[in-house]
């Protein structure tokens, strides 16, 4: 099993920046991708960006140019640095992390963008 913790959640004026940390621990060996997906209150989960094992990247069209998802293998930690957020940004944040046979998700961490 793998196990995922998000951490750097808070509150955030408009314009500002943060960034998320998943910490995994576990089978960490039977990952293949890690993501960063959010939820909006009333909305559905959305993806937000997702990196692979080789280091490739891919990132919803809403957040592109503004963040980066990067991670630090030897932390076993994924990040994602959140640049130029604004109030449509305001979400839970999941962590998630996935292999051929399994998905795991994170408590999820709160990200408030005021005006």
């Known amino acids: 099993q793998v196990q995922l913790v998000e951490s750097g959640g808070g509150l955030v004026q408009a314009g500002g920046s943060l960034r998320l940390s998943c910490a995994a621990s576990?089978?960490?060996?039977?990952?293949?991708?890690m993501g960063w997906f959010r939820q909006a209150p009333g909305k559905q989960r959305e993806l937000v960006a997702t990196?692979?094992?080789?280091?490739?990247?891919h990132y919803a069209d809403s957040v592109k140019g503004r963040f980066t998802i990067s991670r630090d293998n030897a932390k076993n930690t994924v990040y994602l640095q959140m640049n130029s957020l604004n109030r449509e940004d305001t979400a839970v944040y999941y962590c998630?992390?996935?292999?051929?046979?399994?998905?795991?998700w994170g408590p999820g961490t709160q990200v408030t963008v005021s005006s």
């Open positions: 998630r992390g996935w292999g051929p046979s399994f998905s795991s």
């Open positions: 990196i692979t094992s080789p280091g490739n990247t």
């Open positions: 576990g089978s960490i060996f039977s990952i293949s991708a």
